[in-house]
């Protein structure tokens, strides 16, 4: 890759400070959260696939180690680090490199090490209202920069949720399906499953037979005796009461009544709605009309998102709704956003965050706090606004 | 002239075997020189320079081009490279160093029996561990590509040099891949095969370089190796 041009580093570096004004006016405190971070941190979050996009390295002491490939799970880490309560609210803006591995030679929207912008914010107990904040502010440090002409595409985890909780259908279905969400192959083939055979597990009967359904002690003892009897040891970290609960799952899903077709098809309809919010919005009520649980919180969490993303002053006009949206970014737990850009592809947001309340615990603090925070990717930022296509 | 240089697994039953297939297809290898050295040649075929490397190095020289033949193990050459079949020739299975590098897991979890039901177990697992299931392997890269190809991401490897099959039940991984001839020692140690987890079924192979540099009479003596290696018996 090509030295990165004097005039390049003089124009990042104004425009980081315009983005940084902008962050700083807000109440954000600028924090510089390190560079070298542990990688099990964020392998554990993401997943063994993020491995093949980050630079990861063993260090003369054997720790294994990472440049962090964004700056959110190091932001948790800086505010575990300094509050001894994580819970604490906090509000923090960076502005700092992070490095993703490109396969083919990096071109201008995909380098391998960019400069990431953006604002966190911890412990908020405002919920949504936070969430329409952190876009309104994203979106006035990207104006502020020159940017005009950008449209604003939003997801809801927790509106696919509140979808699932308007269907008639076991708790574990449920948590089933919202654990699939992340891959459509799998999900599609749970559904299938659901509606068609759920419980056509291959166990053997005299184990299914020795089950005590709602009993996970019991189950778990008949069990062990299961496998003292075959000679079977049990080796390794999982434990029999893990299995044990997950065999109850399967043998409740034996005598269950498939998921009726009608709720199967308001499931496959709800995550294939895209369009405008507005559009987007009635769509969803159409479909939840329908539905045995009515339309309830979830059309309600829908348009009392709309409503705050109006009062923040973002208009409705330019924005995006995709059920599908965020299925690639597997630690966001509600909100979803990404900021396009003019000659940018779908694949290159200006832009991105949403809410992901699971974070901080996932980073070390041992309980889930309130996160919701969101990024500019600057390299792209300023290609768009160089190329005049702002 | 220039010579053509063919790599040969220096140690073990893998050199043994590939010597008497050698032999079997009419040409003697010999050492040069110091019995315990590492240099060779081809009787009647004075173009061939044998150089003894480990053979998990072989895989690293024929991609690299600084041998122009190689013998070794199909498992040790896809883990090095993934785009095999456009950087080497495959010029012959061998019938020996037979390997199946496949997926394991504890027996006893009797409800996971295909890479589908390891992915049903991984989330409750991460909801009681706080952490996914550890892989143990030498195979990153096939590992990585086999369980991407079956849309399987929630895992995570521990690089594992030896005695793979202990570490679930010591506790540094959740499962392994590794490889196994007839899973006797899978079995010893308290480990069973997944239904769709065989990931490679691997030999010995005899092998030609595409990024080595090749003449016209190079090619001639690679084809006379290849031929007297497929009429061996």
Redesign the interface.
């Known amino acids: 890759m090509a030295a990165e041009p004097t005039q390049q580093f003089a124009l990042l570096e104004a425009q980081a400070q315009v983005l940084m004004t902008v962050f700083t006016k807000a109440g954000h405190e600028a924090v510089a959260p390190a560079i070298i971070q542990p990688a099990?941190v964020f392998?554990?979050v993401i997943?063994?696939?993020l491995?093949?996009r980050t630079y990861v390295f063993t260090d003369p002491d054997g720790a294994e180690l990472c440049l962090r490939p964004d700056l959110t799970v190091p932001a948790c880490r800086l505010h575990i680090a300094r509050n001894g309560d994580p819970a604490t609210s906090a509000k923090y803006c960076y502005n700092g490199p992070a490095f993703r591995f490109q396969p083919q030679d990096a071109d201008e929207t995909h380098p391998r090490e960019f400069r990431q912008a953006g604002i966190e914010c911890f412990g908020d107990t405002q919920g949504e209202r936070a969430e329409a904040e952190t876009i309104a502010l994203i979106l006035k440090a990207l104006e502020a920069a020159g940017l005009k002409n950008w449209t604003l595409q939003i997801g809801d985890l927790g509106l696919f949720r509140s979808v699932l909780n308007a269907v008639q259908m076991p708790e574990r279905w449920q948590k089933?399906l919202s654990?699939a969400f992340w891959?459509p192959?799998?999900f599609r083939a749970e559904l299938k499953r659901l509606t068609t055979a759920p419980g056509a597990?291959?166990?053997?009967a005299e184990?299914m037979a020795a089950l005590t359904p709602g009993d996970v002690a019991q189950t778990a003892n008949a069990?062990q005796a299961y496998?003292d009897a075959k000679g079977?040891?049990?080796?390794?970290?999982?434990?029999v009461e893990?299995?044990a609960?997950?065999?109850l799952d399967?043998a409740a899903d034996l005598s269950a009544t498939p998921l009726d077709a009608k709720s199967a098809r308001l499931i496959d309809s709800y995550v294939r709605v895209k369009g405008t919010a507005l559009g987007a919005g009635q769509t969803i009520g159409k479909l939840l009309a329908g539905s045995k649980g009515g339309t309830g919180a979830a059309l309600d969490t829908y348009d009392r998102r709309l409503a705050l993303l109006a009062n923040a002053g973002i208009p409705l006009d330019r924005v995006r709704f995709s059920a599908e949206f965020g299925r690639n970014l597997e630690y966001y737990t509600g909100l979803v956003f990404e900021v396009q850009a003019p000659g940018l592809d779908a694949d290159s947001p200006v832009a991105g965050g949403g809410r992901y309340d699971g974070l901080i615990r996932?980073a070390g603090a041992g309980v889930d706090v309130p996160a919701v925070g969101g990024a500019i990717h600057t390299e792209r930022l300023l290609s768009v606004l160089s190329r005049g296509a702002a | 002239m220039s010579k053509l240089t063919l790599a040969i697994p220096s140690k073990g039953r893998l050199m043994e075997q590939t010597t008497e297939m050698f032999a079997r297809g009419g040409l003697t290898v010999s050492k040069v020189g110091h019995a315990r050295g590492y240099r060779g040649g081809i009787q009647g075929l004075p173009g061939v320079d044998v150089a003894y490397v480990s053979s998990s190095e072989i895989a690293a020289a024929l991609k690299s081009g600084s041998v122009h033949m190689g013998i070794t193990g199909e498992d040790l050459v896809r883990e090095s490279m993934s785009d095999a079949d456009t950087r080497l020739q495959f010029l012959g299975k061998l019938g020996f160093g037979y390997a199946d590098v496949v997926v394991a897991v504890?027996?006893?979890?009797?409800?996971v029996?295909t890479i589908g039901d390891l992915?049903?177990?991984s989330?409750?697992?991460r909801r009681?561990?706080?952490?996914?299931?550890r892989v143990a392997t030498k195979y990153i890269n096939l590992t990585?590509r086999f369980?991407?190809s079956k849309?399987f991401?929630?895992?995570?490897?521990v690089e594992s040099l030896g005695a793979t099959e202990g570490t679930?039940?010591s506790?540094t991984?959740?499962l392994i891949v590794d490889i196994t001839t007839t899973g006797e020692t899978l079995r010893a140690?308290?480990l069973k095969i997944l239904d769709d987890g065989v990931i490679l079924k691997s030999e010995a192979n005899l092998l030609a370089s595409n990024a080595a540099a090749w003449t016209p009479e190079l090619e001639r003596v690679r084809d006379r190796i290849a031929r007297a290696m497929e009429k061996a018996p």
Do not use: K, Q
């Open positions: 099990n392998l554990d997943g063994e696939s491995r093949a089933r654990d891959r192959d799998a597990a291959a166990l053997p184990l069990i496998l079977i040891e049990v080796i390794g970290t999982r434990t893990e299995m609960e997950h065999l399967v996932a | 504890p027996a006893w979890w009797l409800d029996a992915e049903a177990a989330l409750p697992f009681a561990h706080g952490r996914w299931p990585r369980f991407a849309g991401g929630d895992y995570r490897i679930c039940s506790g991984a959740e140690n308290g």
